[in-house]
């Protein structure tokens, strides 16, 4: 029994430091304001995370494992390799979150990661499961070249519409945001197949023109 109590007491704080890290962002992320948010003492805040940085890094894992949900419960719905790409793309831009307050809070995390290891190694876990879950559709519907290239380009317009999404002036919407990666990769692998195309149909006609003309 204690230990369930525990669990539910270390998932409601790290629920309220999630919420609070959106409110406040990194830097505004105080153990007496996470303690508020949950209703809990600054003692008992302290008694299950050692430290604000272990309590912060849960907070990172959370958000990234809310991220992931939302991406495999659109997952389980897709039919194709390419509706499981638009799956990811949209798991990652939650109806709930994407919005400017939220980025902000993204952006000073971000702003922390080149300082502090731990930040870092969860940002590239969560890169390299999100460039693994795009090679697997993508290697189906294209080159294992072109599915890196996509891939990358995926991971980079998340970030840079996230931050976009920050702006107050120049912000972007959600479906905006989804819209323009889905016509990026539509063109990308269009361009691709078209190559590909062009490759097979000059190829006859090279090895043409590599016959002597004594032997036509």
Same mark, same amino acid.
């Given at each position: 029994?204690?230990?369930?109590?525990?669990?539910?007491?270390? +998932? =409601?704080?790290?629920?309220?430091?999630?919420? @609070?890290?959106?409110?406040?962002?990194?830097?505004? @992320?105080?153990?007496?304001?996470?303690?508020?948010?949950?209703?809990?003492?600054?003692?008992?805040?302290?008694? #299950?995370?050692?430290?604000? *940085?272990?309590?912060?890094?849960?907070?990172?894992?959370?958000?990234?494992?809310?991220?992931? /949900?939302?991406?495999?419960?659109?997952?389980?719905?897709?039919?194709?390799?390419?509706?499981?790409?638009?799956?990811?793309?949209?798991?990652?831009?939650?109806? *709930?979150?994407?919005?400017?307050? !939220?980025?902000?809070? &993204?952006?000073?995390? #971000?702003?922390?990661?080149?300082? +502090?290891?731990?930040? $870092?190694?969860?940002? =590239?876990?969560?890169? /390299?499961?999100?460039?693994?879950?795009?090679?697997? =559709?993508?290697?189906?519907? !294209?080159?294992?070249? $072109?599915?890196?290239?996509?891939?990358?380009?995926?991971?980079? &317009?998340?970030?840079?519409?996230?931050?976009?999404?920050?702006?107050?002036?120049?912000?972007?919407? /959600? *479906?905006?945001?989804?819209?323009?990666? $889905?016509?990026?990769? =539509?063109?990308?692998?269009?361009?691709?197949?078209?190559?590909?195309?062009?490759? !097979?149909?000059?190829?006859?006609?090279?090895? +043409?023109?590599?016959?002597?003309?004594?032997? +036509?």
């Amino acid at each position: 029994m204690r230990t369930s109590i525990e669990k539910i007491r270390r +998932r =409601d704080l790290v629920e309220a430091a999630f919420q @609070t890290f959106l409110d406040h962002g990194m830097n505004g @992320t105080t153990v007496a304001r996470i303690g508020e948010q949950a209703g809990m003492s600054h003692g008992i805040v302290n008694y #299950y995370f050692k430290s604000k *940085d272990q309590l912060l890094s849960a907070v990172i894992r959370h958000a990234f494992a809310l991220i992931l /949900r939302q991406a495999v419960d659109r997952m389980r719905l897709a039919t194709t390799p390419r509706e499981r790409i638009s799956a990811i793309i949209a798991g990652n831009f939650s109806e *709930d979150l994407f919005n400017r307050e !939220t980025a902000a809070a &993204w952006i000073s995390f #971000y702003a922390e990661v080149a300082t +502090r290891p731990e930040f $870092e190694r969860l940002q =590239d876990t969560f890169y /390299r499961r999100l460039h693994s879950n795009l090679l697997h =559709d993508l290697k189906k519907i !294209t080159t294992p070249a $072109e599915a890196e290239n996509i891939a990358l380009g995926i991971s980079v &317009w998340i970030d840079g519409l996230w931050l976009r999404c920050a702006m107050r002036r120049m912000g972007v919407e /959600r *479906d905006a945001a989804i819209a323009a990666i $889905e016509s990026y990769v =539509d063109t990308s692998l269009a361009q691709a197949n078209n190559t590909a195309s062009g490759t !097979t149909r000059k190829s006859p006609a090279r090895r +043409r023109a590599a016959v002597p003309a004594n032997r +036509r």
